[in-house]
């Protein structure tokens, strides 16, 4: 086996045993004959309105790919919205968020596109995301006076945003620091290298775009809104009414718990995020446990559906020869 394939190994092992770890800890925490009745008498009405919500959400967050690729390549608005299923359904079964590399691969490889740009304009979809999630929260958490390890995860999740903005500034303007064209001549020795890291920079560009960039702020605030009425509503279907706060702190705790890198679906760390966070807004363990659980089943019923629907259409097999060339030819 070589390098890279054992790195994958160990990442794929690291992040089952994450979430066999936080499987265990939530049935610690739970009684779980109660959480199965609760279950058991969840509403299919209200159920199918979070669905609703949570394919609506998804769908906006298919616009935002498309609003950040626009700069780079023009692509429709329906085969975007299949490479994003696609690496959705890649997440599912697949560890450490695979889906993501997926998602660009299908889409340089179809659309004749670098797919090392396309991972570009993910990165920044992915900034952008995170850092609503953490402003989400972190209101929350202000409106609710959530205070222990909700309120400490939120400030580290604040200060990796601020990393990451840092990051992406420093991507954007490489070629402007000082030191950068000693670097670029040192970078003549290995051409391939310098090449992927200019078209790595043409997609983290686009966040130096202010009216791309502010869409995507703004799709990112809709498309969060859309999953904490899904919250909201998987809480009626059971009986339980969560205000706009404590839906809010739900949705946007559980998908910072999903960045985590686990198991496939993020099984286990989202479970034990919406209890955790449930049990801090005043919810009891076992229904904050059920919400969690309809709301994770719905969206891998939608993303994997979605998904399969997808490559059905896309089709499995490689795309043709000059498509092939050309997404090469930008890598």
């Not at 498309?223 to 702190?249: D, N």
């Amino acid at each position: 086996m070589d390098r890279i394939g054992r790195r994958s190994l160990i990442r794929a092992a690291v992040g089952v045993a994450v979430s066999v770890v936080a499987v265990a800890l939530v049935v610690r925490s739970v009684d779980v004959a109660a959480t199965a009745r609760v279950l058991a008498a969840a509403s299919p009405a209200w159920l199918l309105l979070a669905a609703g919500f949570l394919l609506l959400d998804v769908v906006i967050r298919a616009v935002r790919w498309q609003r950040l690729l626009a700069p780079v390549a023009r692509v429709g608005l329906g085969s975007v919205f299949g490479y994003l299923l696609i690496g959705y359904l890649a997440n599912n079964v697949l560890p450490a968020r695979i889906g993501e590399l997926v998602r660009c691969h299908y889409l340089g490889d179809r659309e004749g596109v670098s797919r090392t740009t396309t991972l570009g304009t993910v990165v920044v979809e992915r900034i952008v995301d995170i850092g609503v999630v953490v402003a989400i929260a972190a209101a929350a958490i202000l409106v609710l006076s959530v205070r222990g390890i909700v309120a400490s995860a939120v400030l580290v999740g604040v200060a990796i945003v601020t990393l990451m903005v840092v990051g992406l500034g420093l991507g954007i303007a490489a070629h402007r620091i000082p030191g950068a064209e000693r670097l670029r001549v040192a970078a003549e020795r290995w051409p391939r290298v310098g090449e992927v890291a200019g078209k790595l920079r043409d997609g983290l560009a686009v966040a130096g775009r202010p009216r791309v960039l502010l869409e995507a702020v703004v799709l990112s605030v809709v498309a969060w809104g859309a999953t904490l009425l899904a919250f909201a509503a998987a809480g009626q279907s059971i009986g339980v009414e969560l205000s706009i706060g404590q839906a809010s702190l739900l949705a946007s705790g559980v998908a910072l718990a999903a960045a985590i890198p686990s198991g496939p679906a993020s099984l286990g760390t989202f479970e034990l995020a919406a209890v955790r966070i449930g049990v801090a807004v005043g919810t009891a363990a076992e229904p904050a446990l059920a919400i969690g659980i309809l709301v994770h089943v719905l969206i891998l019923l939608i993303t994997s559906g979605g998904g399969l629907i997808a490559l059905a259409r896309l089709g499995l097999t490689a795309p043709s020869a000059a498509e092939s060339s050309a997404g090469r030819a930008g890598d």
